[in-house]
């Protein structure tokens, strides 16, 4: 064992067990899910319905659910990559590296996945006996596709669709469903918002996609950038990140939307050298400052939407 890696388990041990498991989970990460329940949660308080608990079962089942497929990843990453890894060269911001360091086992990790998607199902269910099974079919898809993302048999993430599933499950689903699940029914206001929220989660995992490409290919991990090259992975990126606004544009010419809603495009001042960075940089360390940004800006977007309508509903805009 190296020196830097004797180093890493004696720092480790005297960490707590608050936040090895924070770590684990990618704690922050949630804020991802948590946005995209509560911006379908604004567009039906907007629309004039508003069910505290029916937006608190939804948002717990998001993020339960979310939560149980990072500690999937965390088992199932760890075992592809297999024992021993040197702790010089994981990173030690990873989620993985919890159980490199020994501070949690794979069961560990295993059970805590179990009880996270448990409590998902659970919550669902209530949600869906309150509002309508076919919150119970999004519901049990989205878990499948949870534990799928590394889980075997599937391994989605490695055939390329894990920006794919990212867009569906952050963005229509738990958007959509949400609004669905408070108003009783869909509007298309709430699926254009929806695929603007969607591309811009999905727009997080792309970019780490173009940091990581030398990696994946030599792990033989197949994402979309992998396909397209670097390149084409940040026209892709730049793309999607167009709809987003054009999507919020258009729901206010049409009057889906309420015209403050426009304020999200002042988030444009971070999207537009996100693309520039990814576009001109090679250096993981650079791209990472990329990522960062993007983020931010998934944050920044939800919170300026979300007031939005808030604004719109109390003073009738």
Same mark, same amino acid.
């Given at each position: 064992? !190296?020196?830097?890696?004797?180093?890493?388990?004696?720092?480790?041990?005297?960490?707590?067990?608050?936040?090895?498991?924070?770590?684990?989970?990618?704690?922050?990460?949630?804020?991802?899910?948590?946005?995209?329940? $509560?911006?379908?949660?604004?567009l039906a308080?907007?629309?004039? #319905?508003?069910?505290?608990?029916?937006?608190?079962?939804?948002?717990?089942?998001?993020?339960?659910?979310?939560?149980?497929?990072?500690?999937?990843?965390?088992?199932?990453?760890?075992?592809?990559?297999?024992?021993?890894?040197?702790?010089?060269?994981?990173?030690? #911001?990873?989620?993985?590296?919890?159980?490199?360091?020994?501070?949690?086992?794979?069961?560990?990790?295993?059970?805590?996945?179990?009880?996270?998607?448990?409590?998902? @199902?659970?919550?669902? @269910?209530?949600?869906?006996?309150?509002?309508?099974?076919?919150?119970?079919?999004?519901?049990?898809?989205?878990? &499948?596709?949870?534990? !799928?993302?590394?889980?075997?048999?599937?391994?989605?993430?490695?055939?390329? $669709?894990?920006?794919?599933?990212?867009?569906?499950?952050?963005?229509?689903?738990?958007?959509?469903g949400t609004?669905?699940?408070?108003?009783?029914?869909? !509007?298309?206001?709430?699926?254009?918002?929806?695929?603007?929220?969607?591309?811009?989660?999905?727009?997080?995992?792309? &970019?780490?996609? &173009?940091?990581?490409?030398?990696?994946?290919?030599?792990?033989?991990? #197949?994402?979309?950038?992998?396909?397209?090259?670097?390149?084409?992975?940040?026209?892709?990126?730049?793309?999607?990140?167009?709809?987003?606004?054009?999507?919020?544009?258009?729901?206010?010419?049409?009057?889906?939307?309420?015209?403050?809603?426009?304020?999200?495009?002042?988030?444009l001042f971070?999207?537009?050298?996100?693309?520039?960075?990814?576009?001109?940089?090679?250096?993981?360390?650079?791209? #990472?400052?990329?990522?960062?940004?993007?983020?931010?800006?998934?944050?920044?977007?939800?919170?300026?939407?979300?007031?939005?309508?808030?604004?719109?509903?109390?003073?009738?805009?």
């Amino acid at each position: 064992m !190296s020196e830097a890696s004797m180093a890493a388990r004696k720092t480790a041990s005297s960490r707590s067990a608050i936040s090895v498991w924070m770590q684990a989970t990618r704690m922050r990460s949630l804020i991802i899910s948590s946005v995209s329940v $509560l911006v379908g949660g604004a567009l039906a308080y907007y629309s004039g #319905h508003l069910n505290a608990m029916r937006l608190f079962l939804a948002w717990f089942s998001a993020v339960a659910v979310q939560t149980g497929t990072n500690l999937t990843n965390v088992h199932y990453n760890y075992k592809r990559r297999g024992r021993g890894a040197a702790l010089d060269r994981v990173d030690p #911001h990873g989620s993985t590296v919890v159980v490199e360091q020994g501070l949690l086992t794979t069961a560990q990790v295993w059970g805590g996945a179990l009880v996270a998607f448990a409590l998902g @199902i659970a919550s669902g @269910i209530t949600l869906s006996w309150m509002a309508g099974w076919q919150l119970l079919a999004v519901g049990v898809v989205g878990t &499948i596709a949870g534990y !799928s993302y590394a889980g075997p048999p599937l391994r989605v993430a490695y055939l390329g $669709l894990g920006v794919p599933i990212v867009f569906v499950f952050m963005g229509p689903a738990m958007v959509v469903g949400t609004y669905y699940a408070i108003a009783g029914s869909a !509007s298309w206001g709430a699926i254009l918002v929806s695929i603007s929220v969607g591309l811009l989660a999905a727009d997080i995992l792309q &970019i780490n996609d &173009i940091r990581d490409l030398e990696t994946d290919i030599a792990n033989h991990k #197949h994402t979309l950038t992998t396909f397209l090259g670097r390149r084409g992975g940040v026209v892709l990126l730049a793309v999607a990140e167009s709809i987003v606004y054009l999507a919020v544009i258009v729901g206010v010419a049409m009057r889906l939307l309420p015209w403050p809603t426009l304020i999200t495009l002042v988030t444009l001042f971070r999207a537009i050298p996100q693309v520039r960075i990814a576009l001109r940089e090679v250096r993981q360390d650079t791209l #990472h400052l990329a990522w960062v940004r993007g983020v931010q800006l998934h944050l920044e977007f939800g919170v300026l939407l979300i007031l939005a309508l808030i604004v719109s509903r109390l003073t009738g805009i």
